[in-house]
Nanobody, 122 residues
Framework: QLQLVESGGGLVQAGGSRRLSCSISGFNLDYYAIFWFRQAPGKEREEVSCIRSSATRYADSVKGRFTVSRDNAKNTVYLQMNSLKPEDTAVYRC?????????????????WGKGTLVTVSS
């Protein structure tokens, strides 16, 4: 069964760090780009990062603070978040897109996780 499950959310103070995990089952990580999206209350969903093989891309709002990585042996993608700000508070969801290399237009998402809430207190 195709599944993406996020974990690692919680409450963290501004300036702190948090690592999110996206555990993937039912498909081969090598053939999919894995995204992190986030959505804060009352705001539109925002793409945070993308990774496929050695290709990565980040939103300007998180560049230099967030790092995406993958462990193929564990079929897991991580989002290391440092220097967190209150405006990083959101539900973070991972997603998978087949045949995409983290460049060019994105036309749709194949699979979604349910999300994990990150709350950054000031």
């Amino acid at each position: 069964q195709l599944q993406l499950v996020e974990s690692g959310g919680g409450l963290v103070q501004a300036g702190g760090s948090r690592r999110l995990s996206c555990s993937i089952s039912g498909f081969n990580l090598d053939y999919y780009a894995i995204f992190w999206f986030r959505q804060a209350p009352g705001k539109e969903r925002e793409e945070v990062s993308c990774i496929r093989s050695s290709a990565t891309r980040y939103a300007d709002s998180v560049k230099g603070r967030f790092t995406v990585s993958r462990d193929n042996a564990k079929n897991t993608v991580y989002l290391q978040m440092n220097s967190l700000k209150p405006e990083d508070t959101a539900v973070y969801r991972c997603a998978a897109v087949g045949g995409y290399y983290c460049s060019g237009l994105l036309y749709g998402i194949d699979y979604w996780g349910k999300g994990t809430l990150v709350t950054v207190s000031s």
